[in-house]
């Protein structure tokens, strides 16, 4: 693993967004997994820019999302289906809706749900790129401190830390989900390479952990120690 400080948010937004449409013109088959949050905001506007730039043709791009909240529609205005529209499928309209893959957060049967993604990852994958943010607890999708690192995609129980984190989306607090369906660490594992990116300084103490190099359940990002190809960037106010 390979921590790199690029100065300042931009830059290592669009960094990463050129590394994305480089796999994307190059292999027009790619498998690219996706991270939804306010880290990933810039990075997907410089990657539609890009495209649109270039005309790429990215009908045979599939994409799979880390996760989904559980209760929220695919048109709630703050479930990562609708964000994912909004910000990259609908701003640039040519990917193949079959290809696009996001967890069902209203499921009648959350475990099934599950089970049917991993076995859509195992069946399409790997993954050829993953992107990935970090949570302030180091949690990475949303697999909280204590996720079994062999967790495959399964139904998980927010933390009161991410709730909160994540309240700045919502009217308030309360309407927070509780729950989330996420790819587990192990599903994340399964990915040929691996980009994590971290800005600001309420990630400063996940990106120290990290830093220390020693794996630990106890902040699941960790477990990209053990991943042959892992790149991290930072901006300065994130750097440890």
């Known amino acids: 693993m390979k921590i790199t400080n690029l100065g300042s948010r931009d830059h290592a937004s669009f960094y990463v967004a050129c590394e994305l449409f480089n796999q994307i013109s190059e292999q027009p088959k790619s498998i690219l997994g ?33 996760d989904e909240y559980v209760g929220l529609s695919q048109d ?47 069946q399409q994958g790997p993954v050829d790129i993953q992107i990935l943010g970090i949570g302030e607890n180091g949690h990475i999708g949303f697999n909280e401190p204590g996720t079994p690192f062999d967790s495959p995609t399964h139904v998980v129980d927010l933390t009161e830390s991410t709730i909160k984190a994540n309240s700045r989306y919502f009217d308030n607090e309360a309407e927070v989900p509780k729950q989330a369906i996420s790819m587990g660490l192990n599903s994340i594992f ?34 990209l120690h053990e991943h042959p190809n892992v790149e991290v960037y930072v901006d300065d106010e994130a750097m440890p």
């Open 34 to 66: 996706l991270a939804t949050g306010g880290t990933m905001i810039e990075v997907y506007h410089y990657l539609v820019e890009l495209l649109l730039k270039n005309k790429q043709d990215v009908s045979q791009i599939e994409t799979f999302n880390l």
């Open 190 to 223: 399964k990915a040929k390479r691996i980009i994590l990116l971290a800005f600001g300084k309420s990630k400063r103490e996940a990106m120290m952990r990290l830093q220390e190099g020693k794996v630990n359940p106890d902040v699941p990002a960790t477990i």
């Open 76 to 122: 709630h205005p703050e479930s990562y289906h609708h964000y994912m529209q909004d910000i990259i499928f609908n701003p640039y309209p040519h990917f193949s809706k079959d290809l696009i893959h996001v967890p069902n957060g209203v499921a009648p049967d959350l475990e099934e749900e599950a089970e049917r993604y991993e076995s859509l990852i195992n």
